[in-house]
């Protein structure tokens, strides 16, 4: 019998950390090195930590940074079109980007190209030149009532995906949607994010202590890019002010990312953001009830630290915040719409409010602070779902290792 090499499988990601490559970079970590081999491109200079993940890990890597294609809301039409004048410039219309990429993919004797993200398209374009299989990961809601736009009109946003793609991947049937009439083509395919459960064994008590918390507070907390706008921290807030005064041993936290300040103020969209945020938590009165957690790279552990998680926002495409949650064995309340009421199966795995609506969110909350072994049994329900359905990390690896070997020439 002839003996199978492995699939070389080149991954273009658009950063090496973060939440929305953490499925992949899991993926890589858990496949048999028999089957797969992996190299990545990605625009950062990796840390020490990952230093030592990619060496572990994968095959081959390489720094490339590759401004991405959609349009940066955050800045005027005019800035916008210059950053952008001077970006093409720079790569030669990207040109530069797309040769360094087919040098690679000869080198690396790369099988298939794989591009983690909707936020470039070198990728795609690479392996058109080279006749090399392209899967296309979509993690973000794009054109009309989308997150992401892009500077070609929405209509042909989804044509070119499918037409540069031997495979689409999708991480919610939520995400499909925005395919509108072609929703239903076969090269597309909905695959969920995957969490390996086994790195989910902290009591989080040591981080608990390190916040200054108490025995018998509850810590309920929002976990979110401080950047990140349409994750709607400002209702959190308000949901926050409704339950601070009737349970004050309840602290409300909000992990994550702060933004920096700039000296030229027309990028200080996500600054002003946040600074709108701490003048709304005064303004709610929150000081005595709010924590401000800042980043931490331990999900584990700070999962484990919970006794609830609230994702408020409506509008995201999958939330892997939530199912890593549900993993740790919390109570997640999320909205009735978008990605996280994909995830969750409403009174059995977690609980949905009604989008936007502080009310909602804070009834939903005030049951399960009101009733612990209902907390423990929705829990424990996510974290069986979790380890035994769609998120099950040997599950995700079938599903795409059957893509791989469909692909493969």
Not at 21 to 47: A, S
Not at 203 to 214: N, Q, S, V
Not at 355 to 375: M, T, V, W, Y
Request: net charge positive; charged share 20%.
């Amino acid at each position: 019998m002839k003996e199978t090499k492995p699939l070389h499988v080149l991954i273009l990601l658009n950063s090496i950390g973060g939440g929305a490559t953490q499925g992949i970079r899991e993926m890589i970590t858990t496949m048999p090195k028999d089957l797969v081999n992996f190299y990545l491109i990605f625009p950062e200079q990796p840390v020490a930590d990952q230093s030592e993940w990619l060496h572990t890990n994968v095959s081959g890597w390489k720094s490339i940074k590759m401004d991405w294609w959609n349009k940066n809301l955050h800045l005027p039409v005019h800035l916008r079109v210059i950053k952008s004048l001077v970006s093409n410039l720079k790569s030669v219309f990207r040109l530069r980007h797309v040769v360094s990429l087919c040098r690679l993919i000869r080198d690396w004797r790369i099988d298939i190209v794989y591009t983690g993200t909707s936020l470039n398209i070198e990728g795609a374009i690479a392996a058109k030149i080279t006749g090399k299989p392209h899967i296309w990961h979509m993690k973000e809601t794009f054109g009309k009532g989308g997150r992401v736009k892009f500077p070609i009109p929405d209509h042909y946003v989804p044509q070119l995906f499918l037409l540069l793609s031997n495979k689409v991947i999708v991480m919610t049937n939520y995400i499909r949607t925005f395919f509108g009439d072609l929703q239903d083509h076969d090269k597309l395919v909905v695959v969920y994010d995957s969490v390996s459960s086994e790195r989910f064994t902290s009591t989080g008590e040591d981080f608990r202590r390190k916040l200054g918390l108490e025995r018998d507070d509850l810590l309920i907390a929002k976990i979110a890019s401080l950047s990140s706008i349409w994750k709607q921290h400002e209702l959190f807030l308000k949901i926050a002010a409704l339950l601070k005064d009737k349970y004050p041993h309840v602290k409300f936290a909000l992990f994550g990312p702060e933004p920096k300040k700039y000296a030229n103020p027309v990028y200080n969209t996500p600054w002003n953001y946040y600074q709108a945020l701490k003048g709304t938590a005064d303004n709610l009165k929150l000081n005595n009830s709010i924590i401000w957690g800042g980043f931490h790279s331990n999900i584990p552990e700070l999962m484990a630290s919970l006794d609830m998680l609230v994702h408020t926002c409506d509008t995201e495409p999958f939330g892997r915040i939530a199912i890593e949650a549900m993993v740790a064995g919390k109570a997640v309340v999320g909205p009735d719409c978008g990605g996280i009421a994909e995830t969750i199966q409403d009174r059995e795995t977690g609980y949905l409010a009604t989008s936007g609506s502080e009310k909602s969110f804070a009834q939903a909350i005030e049951f399960l602070i009101n009733n612990p072994d209902e907390r423990k049994r929705i829990g424990d329900q996510a974290k069986v779902a979790v380890k035994n359905g769609s998120y099950n990390q040997q599950t995700h690896n079938q599903k795409m290792l059957d893509i791989f070997s469909l692909l493969r020439k």
